[in-house]
């Protein structure tokens, strides 16, 4: 288990004291890997303020402007979900995700995203995790602190660090590495061009096609060469779908 | 287990912000009862902002003059302790103090102390109490926020309460059934049928490709609608790849 490749992710953040509340909570956990995407109010004296002894994992946080950015070079995304989506996703509680991501953090990279204050993530940054991370909570008042959320996620990690007893995962003897988050958006691209070829996809009515077929692919994970295998058959589709398409319109 | 016999005491606190803070981690995880012994700004303004909407909870919040009083009718008190104490005293991390008042609850009162910002509860008030909870932290900084502190407590104790509930694993809501074997067969058939069309796989070389593809979609487990989606492409792309051997044909 390796803190350090596991980053926290808050995703347009509004209140700048919620951003040193998260800085505290990670530093307290061992923690060290923020990123900010495009933050609303930062830098900002509140949250030096709430950050207390954590000013320098603020200091060495990552601002950037977007999701894509701030989890490119990840293999292994985890997403805060508050509520039930239309499709449902493979979902976990913190213990168990920390379990899962624990183990991985050993060699790869690993982000886990908090979305904003109000709505929390979007479906469309929702469907680029590979897992879905549900806090429990009272009905009588589900809407955590941004703060607390990240606190209990980092509490977990701490536990299972100090607890000592990582059960090995069923990846541990993996032959290839994963595929980073910017080869599986390069994948999903070249797929939704392919099934729009296919005129399996009508891109005027998509329905929930692409999100299945992510979260599919996010659900199995592709390792490196799998990637290459499934880009070169839809390299080799496209080549017949021209030809075939060709063939029509001689017949017209 | 009963959330209602369990107590959340703060013993002088600084901030109001924190007891505001309090208020709300005990209301996500359905505790209601708060006891302030003693507080310094008491009621503020920045107490009921960071409450949100638990502002139901401050408002029953008890307020006293002493730890004996706040405890005065508890039949087992627990002390929140950052640090080593002279005498050894009964010290459970926060899971295992979790199960451990979780029991005791449906019969007994039970209060968890939680000490000032700075220095929390001094040797006397640590007496008082039948065991210590330390919260793990990273060495690095392990003075953990009041509010954060009551937020892990109060989820262990959420997580206790909603364990026999929780689905067990991260497929539990799915809403489709998993595809089963004799599906899955037929699938490897038609997808070995198409890539051999496409002329991606070589029946004469078939190197290790269909064994990589079985590794892929056995690893994920399709269910039934992905599995109809993915013979859906297979089923177009035989068509436009049959027209573009047509074509190839003409060509010739």
Sequence with gaps: MNLDN??????????????????????????SRLVLVAPLNYPHEQ???????????LASAVVVDSVEEAIADCQFVVGTSARERR??????????????IGSLSDREQVAVLFGR????????????????LNIPTSDAYSSLNLAMAVQIVCYELRMLLVQGELAADEDAQWDTPF??????????????????????LDPAAPRQLMARL????????????????????????????ARGHAARDMVK
């Design 47 to 57: 949250a030096r303020w709430r950050a207390a002894s954590a000013e320098d994992l």
């Design 6 to 31: 596991i980053r926290i992710v808050l995703v347009n953040t509004t209140h700048p004291g919620n951003i040193g509340g998260v800085a505290r909570a990670m530093k307290n956990m061992g923690l």
């Design 87 to 100: 499709i449902p996703w493979p979902l976990l509680d913190p213990r168990q995700c920390a379990a899962r």
């Design 179 to 200: 595929a980073t988050v910017e080869n599986m958006e390069r994948f999903y691209v070249h797929l939704e061009e392919t099934l729009t070829e296919l005129e399996f």
């Design 214 to 241: 992510r979260r599919l692919y996010g659900r199995v994970r592709l390792d490196e060469m799998e990637l290459n295998i499934l880009r070169g058959i839809l390299t080799e589709t496209h080549k017949w779908v």
């Design 117 to 132: 204050e109000d709505r929390g993530l979007t479906n469309g940054e929702l469907q680029q995790c590979n897992l879905h």
